[in-house]
């Protein structure tokens, strides 16, 4: 008489006006209908993957999503204290991450999150790249240290940027947010920095050119030195629907003391 259900929660906001409907909205064990609905973290929820680098694999990146969208870790990246749990420490050097294309070629509205440990190092230091081969950057977040500003670039709207903290050291939280009407929206550690407009075109990404950790000036390679990531990133999330500012996942302030890696 009473189904059995399948209930998944996830650290987030805990204050979010849309828990409860995300509760309410469960779905049954085994996704009804569609399998691929089965849980809370699924593609029928926005889910394109939750990588946590909990696992300490050193080759592959885990989703924690159903979508299953395992990335592979490139270089000699090494795991370290994280936000919580564990986190990836990326040398600024070869260190990076290969995510499947899926994740986000096709898009339109779309969230990505990332938390991420600067050590010093390369000036242009890149967060996520993804790349076309015909049409170059889809979607790329950098940081320009030298004007202090994050700088969010896609082909369709060009280049925008907001101006942000230069922090090394110290946990920060990045969130890009794009909705269905072109208006790019950047938020760090909860706080909004700003918006841009922007042309809605589904992205268009190439196998092996959607990057954490560096930019590509060619698809998936021609890499530069100034601009590989040297620190930690730990729990990207990406969405395949623009999140609410209250449903981005946030984290406690996590101990500044963790020093370098070697």
Known sequence: RYPFRSYALHWG???????GNA???LIPEGGGENPRCAGLLSPCTGYAGWWRFDDTD????HDSSTSRHHGTVLGAAVYAAGRPGNSLALDGIDDYVSLLNAVLDGAGALSFEISSWREEGPILPTLLSAANSERSNELLLTLQLEQSEAEIRTLQGGRHFFPVPSALGVWQRWAIRR???????LHLDSQAMGSSSAPVTQLQVDEGALL???EQDCSGGCFQDSQWWKGRIDEVRVMRRALAADELLHFPLASTSLGAFT
């Open 13 to 19: 906001n805990p204050d979010a006006t849309h828990v």
């Open 23 to 25: 509760v309410a909205g």
């Open 58 to 61: 050193p080759e592959i990146a």
């Open 179 to 185: 909705d269905g009407g072109g208006l790019i929206r």
């Open 212 to 214: 954490l950790g560096t």
